[in-house]
């Protein structure tokens, strides 16, 4: 079966009928390779020659609409950040109220003034309240 070599008396037949089914048909294999006058003259071979200059002409084209869809792409994006950026993150507008802030608590950490007249709440620059609390913790020692 798989190691033994054993005579196949079918497949002698077979290889008999096979070669002999080739062999009777000489250089053609059948009618069907033949062809009558009744069939007219067989048609042209379908792009048997190719037109290179339109090939050419068409990968330029190809290659031109994809470099120009490129560019049109940068540049809209390119426009589009450059507006986003005008807009949101290079707008000044918004430091204004920052600036006025920040200058009326650096006056008010500078300068004497009341905060409560009625509590009896005042208050004084920043500098001099860190001294009075640095020899208020001295003097606990």
Not at 34 to 52: M, R, S
Request: no cysteine; proline share 2%.
């Amino acid at each position: 079966m798989f190691g033994r070599k054993t005579p196949d008396v079918s497949r002698g037949r077979k290889r008999k009928a096979m070669s002999s089914h080739h062999e009777s048909h000489g250089a053609h294999g059948d009618a069907w390779h033949h062809h009558t006058a009744a069939e007219g003259v067989p048609q042209h071979e379908h792009a048997a020659t190719v037109d290179t200059s339109a090939t050419f002409k068409v990968l330029v084209g190809i290659f031109g609409f994809t470099a120009v869809f490129i560019l049109v792409t940068i540049l809209y994006f390119n426009v589009s950040v450059r507006e986003r950026q005008e807009k949101e993150i290079e707008n000044t507008s918004g430091s204004v109220g920052y600036t006025t802030m920040r200058s009326t608590m650096e006056n008010e950490l500078s300068s004497y003034g009341v905060v409560d007249a009625s509590a009896k709440t005042v208050r004084i620059p920043i500098d001099r309240a860190m001294d009075r609390v640095v020899k208020q913790y001295q003097g606990r020692k």
